[in-house]
T-cell receptor, first 114, second 110 residues
Framework: DAGVTQSPTHLIKTRGQHVTLRCSPI?????VSWYQQVLGQGPQFIFQ???????GRGNFPDRFSARQFPNYSSELNVNALLLGDSALYLC?????????????FGDGTRLSIL | RKEVEQDPGPFNVPEGATVAFNCTYS??????FFWYRQDCRKEPKLLMS???SGNEDGRFTAQLNRASQYISLLIRDSKLSDSATYLC???????????FGTGTRLKVLA
């Protein structure tokens, strides 16, 4: 079975642009979470989605938005990009997203803002 | 106090050594804990889940101390391939947020 897949792998954008990152969860997993990881830090929680509904949101500005589709894949959108948005964006899936289950991560999208 | 706290290291140890890392957490209601391993510029990979007092998998042992609110990860007979960053994760209670520590860097030296 395929693991969590993310696209694209790398992306270079300029300040003010918009970006869409994509994630397909492991088959059978209905929950998708998004994280931002900057160098030297642990991943920071952005969103969790379950059955197309947002269930949790981290401390990120409204420029960050996401959605989940009927097939449980997900998109993360970031508007008005800032230099500080340069990071590794990780998607993770689990069966229900409940705290008693570990999450499984995709390879991530490395976003660089010039 | 930070929600999840780890010593960033690096811990430099010779091959064959035993090394232990601690992770402290602030929410006394937390029930589940996870250790992930992350190689440089790669995604975190699940190493171990901890639901009760502890868990063991080969050379790796995780222990939970609820009274002092910390979990530890012990690696015995360290291998060069164990060099990585080890992330402690504590799911939030009453939220769906998974909280990561900053990670502890381990370098196993030949």
């Amino acid at each position: 079975d395929a693991g969590v897949t993310q696209s694209p792998t790398h992306l270079i954008k300029t300040r003010g642009q918009h970006v869409t990152l994509r994630c397909s969860p492991i088959s059978g997993h209905k929950s998708v979470s998004w994280y931002q990881q900057v160098l030297g830090q642990g991943p920071q929680f952005i969103f969790q989605y379950y059955e197309k509904e947002e269930r949790g949101r981290g401390n990120f500005p409204d420029r960050f938005s996401a959605r989940q589709f009927p097939n449980y894949s997900s998109e993360l959108n970031v508007n008005a990009l800032l230099l500080g948005d340069s990071a590794l964006y990780l998607c993770a899936s689990s069966t229900t997203g409940l705290g008693n289950q570990p999450q499984h991560f995709g390879d991530g999208t490395r976003l660089s803002i010039l | 106090r930070k929600e999840v706290e780890q010593d960033p290291g690096p811990f430099n140890v010779p091959e064959g050594a035993t090394v232990a890392f601690n992770c402290t957490y602030s929410n006394s209601a937390s029930q589940s804990f996870f250790w992930y391993r992350q190689d440089c510029r790669k995604e975190p990979k699940l190493l171990m889940s901890v639901y009760s007092s502890g868990n063991e998998d080969g050379r790796f042992t995780a222990q939970l101390n609820r009274a002092s609110q910390y979990i530890s990860l012990l690696i015995r007979d360290s291998k060069l391939s164990d060099s990585a960053t080890y992330l402690c994760v504590v799911p939030g209670t009453g939220t769906y947020k998974y909280i990561f520590g900053t990670g502890t860097r381990l370098k196993v030296l030949a």
